[in-house]
């Protein structure tokens, strides 16, 4: 887990709110992406960054928006949009290249009071 | 698109036999295979790798992982178990297609019993 902080740990999400997962890297990482893990199913991509001020869409975004506007921070908003937020978010980074290795953060495990 | 798939929910080994955990992938181009695993409430470790080159590629901890391309597998296999490789192991593709993207499985979970 060197090198990607994920904060926090425990994070508790109360109906109709918005909230804010934080992820840092100090590894001088280009991309960054958010990962969503449900208990018994593999990582779905939220949303994916290759560049700074650039982000994609990944295979489940509806719900969730992000930001990139420093190389080292890639932030996650869970909005009140997204009706099952309970899950364990991952952050990863990685420099640019097909064979290239993603790093992962401890994740933030998420849930709704 | 590319897709991966890990045909067991659990694998249940003695420790000091082998253990094997089975992936198999479908891409459009040429497959980038990786291995991670994950052990409670923690994020994901790398393992090893199939970029090109030989087939057996060898990895941390004393896995290794064969990818064989007419089977369109890449099975992870260590030759003895121990206690402490009980976790959660995740098969990963991407193809050239798909840029930057990973595709993973949907998890195999080891336990090594002493």
């Known amino acids: 887990d060197g090198g990607i902080t994920q904060s926090p740990k425990y994070l508790f999400r109360k109906e109709g709110q918005n909230v804010t997962l934080s992820c840092e890297q100090n590894?001088?990482?280009?991309?960054m992406y958010w990962y969503r893990q449900d208990p018994g199913q593999g990582l779905r991509l939220i949303y994916y960054s290759q560049i700074v001020n650039d982000f994609q869409k990944g295979d489940i975004a509806e719900g969730y928006s992000v930001s990139r506007e420093k190389k080292e921070s890639f932030p996650l908003t869970v909005t009140s949009a997204q009706k099952n937020p309970t899950a364990f978010y991952l952050c990863?980074?990685?420099?640019?290249?097909?064979?290239?290795?993603?790093?992962f953060g401890a994740g933030t495990r998420l849930s709704v009071l | 698109a590319q897709s991966v798939a890990q045909p067991e929910d659990q694998v249940n080994v003695a420790e000091g036999n082998p253990l094997t955990v089975k992936c198999t992938y479908s891409v459009s181009g040429n497959p980038y295979l990786f291995w991670y695993v994950q052990y409670p409430n923690r994020g994901l470790q790398f393992l090893l790798k199939?970029?090109?080159?030989?087939?057996l590629v060898k990895g941390s901890y004393g896995f290794e992982a064969e990818f064989n391309k007419s089977q369109t597998s890449f099975h992870l296999k260590k030759p003895s178990a121990l206690v402490s490789d009980s976790a959660l192991y995740f098969c990963a593709v991407r193809d050239e297609a798909a840029g930057n993207k990973l595709t993973f499985g949907g998890g195999t979970r080891v336990l090594v019993k002493p």
């Open positions: 199939y970029i090109t080159g030989d087939n």
């Open positions: 590894l001088n990482h280009d991309a």
């Open positions: 990863a980074s990685s420099i640019q290249g097909l064979g290239n290795i993603q790093y």
